[in-house]
């Protein structure tokens, strides 16, 4: 006391924080936490850093709270609803989908995947991954000494764009539900070349077998790759039948009739609800493939045709679906040049149809007496919630009439869901 007048008692640590000062210290070397007490656990998970290595942490600490540090701490937006409200999951699915999205074929170690399969393979369900990086390019003196002179230009700028096979990884995660991918650069800016967003071939041979292998996945969506019709056709083969998969989308890419008629083969062989063939090439031949499928189909509920070109042979072909069918609630048609005849028939489907709950002809041809027609056909429907004319040519005065049935039909739906 003489020699230090501020020292007291009171400066000395308890034995207790001295031990739990040494735990964190040492955690990485030494983890201890489940033979401490919950007050002394939560002390220690409080002051652990965000920075310990994954295999310490990832089957050791359930901790919500650790996680949410480690989330912030590296990334400022963070919305856990999209991610079951999970911050653990949110972790590792965000930190899974940055190495895929920073991977170079032939340069990156396949092991920073490959190693960190059985420490995430509990808590990711659902991959996101917008961009796939092309391998590096080889310098041509290089190349033309380690290639053939048997072997022609074509081959080597395919072998120089295949991209990273996620083979070995979504088939060893068993809780994998939905993938959501893009093939194609982010943020190039002036190093822009169109083979940086070629989804090839073989890229598509590797997606294929390996999402057949997924027996839980219940959403694909596999957008703006150049996904052609031959693509298309490999992909359906390998989903034909699928245990679980309910959400198909392919939107935004190069589908044609013969893709389209693939997916008609697809729609009455799988369990599919959802279809989204948005911004695609397909015209009245595959619309009509399509409608044939819809006619005898009883599972799917939302169909999403908007941005193609099916015309009133497409239109009317997927109208005469719709008399029959009695599953679907959703349809868009919006922007594929269609006109009077298209309204004619769909103002049956109003008058028969006691299923579709949303119908979209938004960015038409249907003219007046098309919107005539449909308003006519709307006049005893009681279930159609939603129904989009904007663009539509309808007039103004059919477009506000047929509002107000919509309007009085959400009304009534509204009430029987309070009761």
């Not at 120089?160 to 982010?186: M, N, Q, W």
């Not at 292998?213 to 989903?239: A, G, Q, W």
């Not at 007496?369 to 159609?384: I, P, R, S, T, Y």
């Amino acid at each position: 006391i003489i020699e230090d007048p501020e020292w007291s008692l009171a400066t000395v640590p308890h034995l207790t924080e001295l031990c739990i000062q040494h735990i964190v210290h040492n955690f990485e070397k030494n983890p201890i936490l489940n033979g401490l007490l919950p007050e002394h656990q939560q002390k220690v998970l409080d002051r652990l850093p965000t920075g310990l290595p994954l295999a310490v942490t990832a089957n050791l600490i359930s901790d919500e709270d650790y996680w949410k540090r480690c989330c912030t701490d590296r990334w400022q937006v963070c919305d856990i609803s999209n991610y079951g409200h999970s911050w653990k999951r949110m972790f590792f699915e965000r930190h899974l989908e940055n190495i895929l999205k920073r991977f170079i074929p032939n340069t990156t170690d396949p092991n920073q995947v490959l190693n960190l399969i059985p420490i995430c393979k509990e808590y990711v369900r659902k991959l996101e991954v917008d961009q796939f990086l092309p391998p590096l390019k080889v310098d041509q003196k290089e190349e033309g000494d380690d290639v053939s002179d048997t072997e022609s230009d074509f081959e080597v700028g395919e072998v120089s764009v295949h991209h990273y096979d996620l083979g070995a990884l979504i088939t060893a995660l068993p809780h994998l539900e939905e993938l959501h991918l893009t093939y194609g650069v982010k943020d190039c800016g002036m190093n822009f070349e169109w083979n940086l967003f070629n989804f090839s071939y073989q890229d598509c041979c590797n997606l294929a077998a390996a999402v057949k292998m997924c027996h839980n996945l219940k959403v694909f969506k596999l957008t703006r790759s150049k996904v052609d019709d031959e693509k298309t056709r490999l992909l359906v083969r390998n989903l034909l039948d699928h245990p679980s998969l309910v959400e198909l989308n392919l939107s935004h890419n190069l589908i044609r009739d013969k893709g389209a008629r693939a997916v008609g083969k697809l729609i009455n062989h799988s369990r599919l609800e959802i279809l989204d063939l948005c911004n695609n090439q397909i015209r009245h031949l595959g619309a009509q493939a399509l409608a044939q499928a819809l006619a005898e189909n009883s599972t799917l509920t939302s169909l999403n045709l908007r941005l193609n070109c099916v015309e009133d042979e497409g239109g009317e072909a997927i109208g005469r679906a719709l008399l029959t069918n009695t599953s679907l609630k959703s349809i868009h048609l919006g922007s594929n040049n269609l006109s009077e005849p298209t309204a004619t028939l769909f103002s049956q489907v109003l008058a028969q149809n006691a299923t579709l709950t949303s119908i979209n002809l938004s960015c038409n041809h249907l003219g007046l007496d098309g919107g005539k027609q449909l308003l006519d056909g709307l006049a005893d429907n009681k279930v159609l919630t939603e129904f989009d004319l904007r663009l539509a040519e309808v007039g103004q005065e059919t477009e506000h009439l047929i509002h107000q049935i919509v309007w009085a039909n959400q009304d009534t739906a509204r009430l029987e869901s309070l009761q």
